[in-house]
């Protein structure tokens, strides 16, 4: 179980969102590089990087600070989500040494977008399907779509992608404790991986989801949790991976 604390970008700074809320953010720092070095210090093997103002404009916004924390962690893996609709961005991010895009709204507006995608940047390709009720939403979750979340996480399947992040949105940000049940029965139904997202809130979230790593829940995003000190990133990694030798 991987366990990937969420860096949320609005405006150059970090922030955490309620349920997807932009004007609902709590500021935790001006210094998002220095959150980045807090975590990987701790022990992440891994980021997961959101530009909430490019989600919303439809194009990268905060991308300058998140160049800085590339460059300043150039051997850890990043996944960067928030405003990637063309190849052109997925190329800069690239270039940038960004490990992963997250694509969201996009996968569902342009059909064939991730699959051509996926044959463009092999290997780098991620979908974020953040769901209500088992449809998905869209543009920022503002939208709800008609679309079931297993039937589109299994067209993405086909067309190549790394694997599916699924966020329940109506526990994100909440602190309500995430939604295993849903995270794992997509899971079975994948030979992909799942990253589950939204509303990890303590470790027997952290203990729910590794009993569940064999259905192919293959990590976890962490927010508000980390940064209001209800997990302990280093301390619940090292039980994650405590589980995985057992």
Not at 113 to 130: M, N
Request: charged fraction near 25%.
């Amino acid at each position: 179980m991987l366990l990937i604390p969420a860096i949320d970008l609005k405006d150059g700074k970090c922030v955490r969102l309620r349920q997807g809320k932009m004007e609902q953010d709590t500021v935790f720092s001006d210094d998002p590089v220095a959150v980045a070095e807090r975590w990987v210090e701790a022990g992440a093997r891994r980021l997961h990087i959101v530009d909430l103002n490019g989600a919303f404009a439809g194009k990268p916004v905060n991308e300058k600070v998140i160049r800085k924390i590339v460059e300043a962690f150039p051997d850890l893996d990043i996944q960067v989500g928030g405003g990637i609709r063309d190849d052109e961005t997925i190329e800069i991010y690239m270039n940038m040494g960004v490990r992963y895009v997250i694509i969201g709204t996009n996968a569902v507006n342009a059909p064939h977008f991730v699959a051509d995608a996926c044959t463009e940047f092999p290997g780098h390709i991620i979908v974020g399907l953040d769901a209500k009720n088992g449809k998905v939403a869209i543009d920022g979750w503002s939208k709800l779509s008609h679309h079931d979340v297993l039937d589109l996480a299994k067209k993405f399947e086909k067309e190549g992608v790394e694997a599916i992040i699924y966020t329940d949105i109506s526990r994100d940000g909440m602190m309500s404790g995430v939604n295993v049940e849903s995270t794992a029965a997509l899971a079975r139904e994948l030979s992909i991986p799942v990253i589950a997202s939204g509303g990890v809130t303590n470790m027997d979230d952290i203990k729910a989801l590794c009993a569940v790593a064999g259905d192919g829940v293959m990590g976890a995003i962490i927010g508000r949790a980390l940064y209001e000190g209800k997990i302990d990133l280093g301390e619940a990694q090292a039980f994650a991976e405590s589980e995985a030798e057992r």
